[in-house]
């Protein structure tokens, strides 16, 4: 079955930087896009970023453009998203999403982002 893991969250201080992973199994990875998406309390689940099943093209939130890069490792079944200059306003659960007849989601990992 369909399993996304994620991991690399943590506290950060404000512009700092993190990377965080996406582990896939139980599809096979290299055909599909990936995505990015994170939430907080009491707010609905937001878009972060995309990238397709070629890695060639990448879209972002306009909250995380030039800050963030999504980037994918076929041969790990892996897809990171590189987080930079954060903002306090960045903390969330992060959550790695794909599309395979519905929407999968991992379980999330949390980026607190403050001093």
């Known amino acids: 079955q369909v399993q996304l893991v994620e991991s690399g969250g943590a506290l950060v201080q404000p512009g700092g930087s993190l990377r965080l992973s996406c582990a896939a199994s139980?599809?096979?990875?290299?055909?599909?896009?990936m995505y990015w998406y994170r939430q907080t309390a009491g707010k609905e689940r937001e878009f972060v970023a995309s990238?397709?099943?070629?890695?060639?093209?990448?879209y972002y939130a306009d909250s995380v453009k030039g800050r963030f890069t999504i980037f994918r490792v076929d041969g790990e079944n892996t897809v990171y998203l590189q987080m930079g200059e954060l903002k306090p306003e960045d903390t969330a659960v992060y959550y790695c999403?794909?599309?395979?007849?519905?929407?999968?989601w991992g379980q999330g990992t949390q980026v607190t982002v403050s001093s």
């Open positions: 999403s794909v599309w395979i007849a519905k929407q999968y």
């Open positions: 990238i397709s099943s070629s890695g060639d093209s990448t």
């Open positions: 139980g599809f096979t990875f290299s055909s599909y896009f």
